[in-house]
């Protein structure tokens, strides 16, 4: 029998990028995104954007708490893929566990989410963005 699909990495990204605007997702473009943020392609957050849904989600007095998490995310990024997979989804799903030093040099310890899980403002403190390669 012969195969008549003739299915390529356009033709496969497209089809999931479709997947993601029938669910309500934002398609970025991602050259544009990278030229407008710097942003590096080892980097699955775009720049900027994490840390200010982090801080309209758990609230500006806690900047200092939300940057050492996304150093955290970050960090994960040089990790074993299985490993930072878990440990992302996990953060996902209940937040984390920071600690951080505050303007007066003293350690504190706070917990920030990554995402609102909060049905009612899931939609409002969210943003649903996924970006193509081409």
Do not use: C
Not at 54 to 79: C, P, W, Y
Not at 80 to 102: E, R, Y
């Amino acid at each position: 029998m012969i195969n008549t699909y003739h299915y390529t990495e356009d033709s496969y990204e497209q089809t999931v990028l479709d997947l993601f605007r029938e669910m309500d997702y934002e398609v970025l473009h991602g050259p544009d995104v990278d030229a407008e943020t710097g942003r590096d392609l080892t980097d699955a957050t775009i720049p900027g954007k994490l840390r200010e849904a982090m801080l309209r989600i758990n609230g500006t007095e806690k900047t200092a708490a939300v940057d050492e998490a996304i150093r955290k995310v970050h960090e994960q990024f040089s990790q074993p893929l299985i490993q930072a997979n878990v440990q992302l989804t996990d953060w996902l799903q209940n937040g984390l566990d920071v600690t951080f030093k505050t303007t007066e040099g003293n350690l504190k310890s706070d917990h920030v989410r990554l995402i609102d899980i909060d049905e009612k403002s899931l939609t409002i403190n969210n943003t649903f963005q996924v970006i193509s390669v081409h």
